[in-house]
T-cell receptor
Framework: GENVEQHPSTLSVQEGDSAVIKCTYS??????FPWYKQELGKGPQLIID?????GEKKDQRIAVTLNKTAKHFSLHITETQPEDSAVYFC?????????????FGRGTSLIVHP | GAGVSQSPSNKVTEKGKDVELRCDPI?????LYWYRQSLGQGLEFLIY????????KSGLPSDRFSAERTGGSVSTLTIQRTQQEDSAVYLC???????????????FGEGSRLTVL
C-alpha cells in the first residue's frame, strides 16, 4: 500500500517568513496529492491540491510543487501570518478506477510567531 | 448545517465498555470515511464506504472495531471492549464519491474525542 512521509513534524517561523513542508510517497500509481489544514479543535480542511499532470499550482500565498520522478511534493506558504498556525497534512491517493482512499502523512505543526 | 456532523464530541468511558460514534455526512455524498487521529500519529485510515459497494475495512485495527452505514447516509463506528490504546480522536469525512462530479476533496467533521480510562 501507499506510504507517505512528511517533514518536519514541527516548524516554527516568524511572521512574514516563508514555510516549506515536504512529503514523499511510495506508490507510483498515486495521482492526486491534497493538502489539509487542521486548526485546533476542528477537522482537517482542504487548502490546495495537485494532480499528477501538473508540476506546480498556486493559490495566493500558498503553492504546491510535485516531482513525480522523485515521488515528492511540497507545500510552500509565503508571507506567513499568525492565522496560518495549524497542523498541515499532506496526502496521496490513487484514484483512476482504484481505491479513493487517501493516505495521509503524520502532519506538521506550523507555528507562526507575531 | 451543511457540514459533516459527528456525535458525541467527547466520550469518556471505562476500559472494557463498548462505545458507538455517529457520523452524519453531507447530504448526497456517496463516500464516507472513518479515520483515527492519535497524538503525533497523523490520520490513520479505518474504513471506507462507497455507495452500495462492500466497505473497505482494511484499516480496522482489530475485530473489536466495526462500522455500518445505514441507508447510504448515517454511519456508526462501534468499538467493543475498549482499551486504553483506543483513546484518540475519531474523524469522519464524506465526499461526492467516484461520480463525474468527484473532485477528490474530503469534508471532515470535527471529530469525536474518545478517552478510555
Amino acid at each position: 500500500g501507499e506510504n507517505v512521509e512528511q517533514h518536519p513534524s514541527t516548524l516554527s517561523v516568524q511572521e512574514g517568513d516563508s514555510a516549506v513542508i515536504k512529503c514523499t510517497y511510495s506508490d507510483s500509481a498515486s495521482n492526486y496529492f491534497p493538502w489539509y489544514k487542521q486548526e485546533l479543535g476542528k477537522g482537517p480542511q482542504l487548502i490546495i491540491d495537485i494532480r499528477s499532470n501538473v508540476g506546480e499550482k498556486k493559490d495566493q500565498r500558498i503553492a504546491v510543487t510535485l516531482n513525480k520522478t522523485a515521488k515528492h511534493f511540497s507545500l510552500h506558504i509565503t508571507e506567513t501570518q499568525p492565522e496560518d498556525s495549524a497542523v498541515y497534512f499532506c496526502a496521496a491517493r490513487e484514484g483512476s478506477g482504484g481505491s479513493y482512499i487517501p493516505t495521509f502523512g503524520r502532519g506538521t505543526s506550523l507555528i507562526v510567531h507575531p | 448545517g451543511a457540514g459533516v456532523s459527528q456525535s458525541p464530541s467527547n466520550k469518556v468511558t471505562e476500559k472494557g465498555k463498548d462505545v458507538e460514534l455517529r457520523c452524519d455526512p453531507i447530504s448526497g455524498h456517496t463516500a464516507l470515511y472513518w479515520y483515527r487521529q492519535s497524538l503525533g500519529q497523523g490520520l490513520e485510515f479505518l474504513i471506507y464506504f462507497q455507495g452500495n459497494s462492500a466497505p473497505d475495512k482494511s484499516g480496522l485495527p482489530s475485530d473489536r472495531f466495526s462500522a455500518e452505514r445505514t441507508g447510504g447516509s448515517v454511519s456508526t463506528l462501534t468499538i467493543q471492549r475498549t482499551q486504553q490504546e483506543d483513546s484518540a480522536v475519531y474523524l469522519c469525512a464524506s465526499s461526492s464519491g467516484s461520480s463525474g462530479r468527484y473532485t477528490g476533496e474530503l469534508f471532515f467533521g470535527e471529530g469525536s474525542r474518545l478517552t478510555v480510562l
